[in-house]
């Protein structure tokens, strides 16, 4: 049982196990190692996550979430939110992103992470987003604050809401 290991053989040889010069041991370790540093990543992300959601609900227990500047990872924390619920998706923070991806606030300056973020939120939040920014569009003075229907739509009808936003868009003077 084993002796047909090098390490083993090398062993009852009279050779001292070399973790640094050792084939077998070596990619061993280096396996190991890879699998602990990743395992620790995964906590420290986890450990960020929820720190950022004790920090959004703190805001939204005081009524004061739309204060909030959003991060990158901010959808990860809206899962986190909503894991916490119980699975109800906190209607306030899916407003909260919509208004932030509309207006391009935060993170959602960069185009990368507006996109980033379309492959991560799901309905009511992007076509809400996507209303309230051609309603934006269409009236320059108005401020989303005065949107809130937009939500409403959002939450109930998903997808006429995302068809809304389609047709306004293709409505825009220069546009086919």
């Known amino acids: ?3 047909d290991r090098p390490a083993a053989r090398r062993r009852t040889a009279g050779h001292r196990l070399d973790p640094d010069t050792d084939d077998v041991v070596r990619p061993e370790l280096a396996a190991d190692a890879a699998a602990a540093a990743a395992r620790e990543a995964e906590l420290r992300e986890a450990m960020r996550i929820a720190a950022r959601a ?3 609900q703190a805001l939204r227990e005081l009524g004061n979430l739309d204060q909030a500047e959003p991060r990158e990872g901010d959808e990860a924390v809206r899962d986190e939110l909503t894991r916490r619920a119980g699975g109800y998706i906190p209607a306030d923070v899916n407003a909260w992103l919509a208004r932030a991806l509309a207006s391009r606030l935060g993170h959602y300056r960069d185009p990368a992470a ?3 973020a ?13 209303l309230l ?3 934006a569009r269409l ?4 401020d989303i604050g005065q949107l809130a229907f937009a939500a409403r739509l959002a939450t109930t ?4 809401t995302g068809a809304l936003a389609e047709f306004l868009a293709r409505a825009r003077p ?3």
């Open 157 to 160: 009808e998903p997808e006429a």
């Open 133 to 135: 920014a051609e309603l």
């Open 1 to 3: 049982m084993g002796a």
């Open 54 to 56: 004790d920090e959004l």
């Open 139 to 142: 009236v320059s003075a108005t």
């Open 118 to 130: 379309a492959g991560l939120l799901t309905p009511p939040v992007l076509p809400h987003a996507a």
């Open 174 to 176: 220069g546009q086919d």
């Open 114 to 116: 507006r996109e980033a």
